[in-house]
T-cell receptor, first 114, second 111 residues
Framework: DTAVSQTPKYLVTQMGNDKSIKCEQN?????MYWYKQDSKKFLKIMFS???????INETVPNRFSPKSPDKAHLNLHINSLELGDSAVYFC?????????????FGSGTRLTVV | KQEVTQIPAALSVPEGENLVLNCSFT??????LQWFRQDPGKGLTSLLL?????REQTSGRLNASLDKSSGRSTLYIAASQPGDSATYLC??????????FGAGTRLTVKP
């Protein structure tokens, strides 16, 4: 009955590989997000996806690409992984897009690139 | 640079008590402030979101207030229950939807 679930929880991979992180929400929310945790307390938004509208943070390298097969899923694919991509990635959802709606987060995926 | 501080770091109360969790932030130019609950090994569940133009939000036994001018938010929990035991986090959200979290308050409600 997890609201927002991410898989895998941990991912260790070599530089240059391509990997995907999956996210699913069962809350019936319209909007999903990917965040990167830059430090213990700071989450920087990477993407938001509302139905078929994708909003991209321009600072995100184009090696990162979100894919949303349907409203309940937003996956993150990363090409040609680099050491600097090591971080915790969080998926989140909100009922609608807009400032009045709170976020529900998954428990995170810790990516380690070696 | 926004800094978010939560006090106390841990709190233990008997069942039935009313309690207040505190959150302070250094930059008052926030877009929203959100309170979350986190259970061990689980994600963050949204409790209350206060927009910058609002002063408080209520949901059931929870009431959150926001005073932007003083850089403070409080989460009030009435008639606490053992099921309320969790870590409570506040997050300041800026215009870019970036979020800066406090370190959290670990709450234990004893039956």
């Amino acid at each position: 009955d997890t609201a927002v679930s991410q898989t895998p929880k941990y991912l260790v991979t070599q530089m240059g590989n391509d990997k995907s992180i999956k996210c699913e929400q069962n809350l019936g929310h319209d909007t999903m997000y990917w965040y990167k945790q830059d430090s213990k307390k700071f989450l920087k938004i990477m993407f938001s996806y509302n139905n078929k509208e994708l909003i991209i943070n321009e600072t995100v390298p184009n090696r990162f690409s979100p894919k949303s097969p349907d409203k309940a899923h937003l996956n993150l694919h990363i090409n040609s992984l680099e050491l600097g991509d090591s971080a915790v990635y969080f998926c989140a959802s909100s009922r609608r897009q807009g400032r009045g709606y709170g976020y529900t987060f998954g428990s995170g995926t810790r990516l380690t690139v070696v | 640079k926004q800094e978010v501080t939560q006090i106390p770091a841990a709190l233990s109360v008997p069942e039935g008590e009313n309690l207040v969790l505190n959150c302070s932030f250094t930059d008052s130019a926030i877009y929203n402030l959100q309170w979350f609950r986190q259970d061990p090994g689980k994600g963050l569940t949204s409790l209350l979101l206060i927009q910058s133009s609002q002063r408080e939000q209520t949901s059931g036994r929870l009431n959150a207030s926001l005073d932007k001018s003083s850089g403070r938010s409080t989460l009030y929990i009435a008639a606490s229950q053992p099921g309320d035991s969790a870590t409570y986090l506040c997050a300041a959200i800026d215009n870019n939807n970036d979020m800066r979290f406090g370190a959290g308050t670990r709450l234990t409600v004893k039956p």
